[in-house]
């Protein structure tokens, strides 16, 4: 049996601006390491001459390097803050 979930008739807006000056600077670092995630698997997919669908994702090691890739861009940026 399958685990399904059902929803109510919700209307669901679409977000058309997000205000990035009240998100924490990790909040953002997050976002830019999950993008540079979701960059590389497309990279991956054109190199391969796959479909986005096809790839078989691997969400913990996608989890494992949005960490890491935060954690060293925040760094960066709060070394690059201290600097100035």
Same mark, same amino acid.
Do not use: H
């Given at each position: 049996?399958?685990?399904?979930?059902?929803?109510?008739?919700?209307?669901? &807006?679409?977000?058309?601006?997000? /205000? =990035? *000056?009240?998100? %924490? !600077?990790?909040? +953002?670092?997050?976002?830019?390491?999950?993008? #540079?995630?979701?960059?590389?698997?497309?990279?991956?997919?054109?190199? &391969?001459?796959?479909?986005?669908? /096809? =790839? *078989?994702?691997? %969400? !913990?090691?996608? +989890?494992?390097?949005?960490?890491?890739?935060? #954690?060293?861009?925040?760094?960066?940026?709060?070394?690059?803050?201290?600097?100035?």
């Amino acid at each position: 049996m399958k685990n399904t979930k059902k929803i109510k008739n919700k209307k669901i &807006r679409p977000i058309n601006s997000v /205000d =990035i *000056d009240s998100l %924490p !600077l990790y909040q +953002l670092c997050r976002w830019a390491a999950l993008k #540079d995630a979701v960059d590389i698997v497309g990279d991956k997919c054109e190199e &391969r001459k796959m479909s986005f669908d /096809d =790839i *078989d994702l691997q %969400p !913990l090691d996608i +989890l494992k390097y949005v960490d890491i890739a935060t #954690d060293q861009l925040y760094s960066k940026m709060v070394n690059a803050n201290e600097s100035n």
